[in-house]
């Protein structure tokens, strides 16, 4: 948006420098000319640039911030939470799950870590990571509910249910042809009757419960660091520990969403599931 804007600008300056030329002549007054502090203002090359010009432009590297090799060892190191061996059943493990998902949304009421980034202008240039920052840890939470309540198995929704009964009476090829003749795109006939396959092969599995707890208690560190960071003065003594402690957060919780098979389980549900709604009389 700010490329955008800026080109719009030197536009709209361009047409105001261009106006006076339309107008009519007057010889008694000499050219206006601009102040110095204009000139080195202007452009010099072709404003008119094509849009693949434009968009292949690079912006100036940022600095590769290192990684604080110590604090990703404290933050791979679980956190024991109280009760969570005992855990056999959805509500207590959302109960586990809660005091984590609070805190976490302390974080985000306030503003979160991007917030951060944007109030010290010595970290601004750097907000991406605190965005970043943000989402993954709604990403984690999010994934530790989801496998709270699929654990001994994944709901039905209307997709599923829809398109199951649909292919136990007609087949697969004819509810395809069905949806053809109706106006729907070969991608979404696609998704949808992928994705009741898998309901089907997973509406009763039967994930660990210990497995999950025990993911509350990897996250926990990477939950106090982040809320303590949330809470952080930086300025330009403390700018590069605040930097090299959010890249190694992030970098905690990205490793933790890529190896572990049941938060990379929870995420590609969620990737994958279908959100259009079908009319079960179709």
């Not at 009964?165 to 509810?175: I, T």
Request: charged share 25%.
């Amino acid at each position: 948006m700010f490329r955008i804007v800026c080109l719009i600008g030197v536009w709209l300056l361009a047409g105001v420098l261009i106006l006076p030329a339309c107008a009519e002549k007057v010889e008694e007054e000499p050219a206006v000319k601009l102040p110095p502090r204009e000139h080195t203002w202007v452009r010099k090359e072709t404003v008119r640039k094509s849009k693949d010009a434009f968009f292949s432009r690079q912006e100036p590297s940022q600095p590769v911030i290192p990684v604080n090799e110590s604090l990703m060892k404290r933050l791979n190191q679980p956190v024991p939470l109280e009760g969570q061996d005992s855990v056999t059943d959805v509500k207590p493990c959302l109960a586990l799950l809660q005091p984590l998902d609070k805190k976490r949304t302390a974080v985000q009421k306030a503003g979160g870590v991007w917030h951060v980034f944007e109030q010290y202008p010595e970290v601004r240039n750097f907000s991406e990571n605190g965005m970043q920052i943000d989402s993954t840890m709604n990403k984690l939470i999010a994934s530790l509910n989801h496998l709270c309540r699929t654990a001994k198995g994944l709901p039905q929704d209307n997709i599923s249910r829809v398109i199951s009964q649909k292919v136990a009476e007609k087949g697969k090829d004819a509810v395809v042809q069905e949806f053809l003749d109706l106006g729907e795109a070969d991608g979404d006939i696609a998704k949808w009757l992928k994705y009741a396959d898998y309901w089907k092969k997973n509406q009763k599995r039967n994930l660990d419960y210990k497995l999950i707890t025990g993911l509350m208690a990897r996250i926990q560190p990477m939950l106090d660091l982040y809320a303590e960071l949330a809470a952080r003065q930086v300025d330009a003594t403390t700018k590069q520990a605040f930097l090299s402690d959010a890249v190694t957060l992030l970098q905690a919780m990205k490793n933790l969403s890529s190896s572990d098979e049941y938060l990379v389980l929870a995420l590609n549900e969620d990737q994958d599931a279908p959100y259009e709604d079908l009319d079960p009389d179709m």
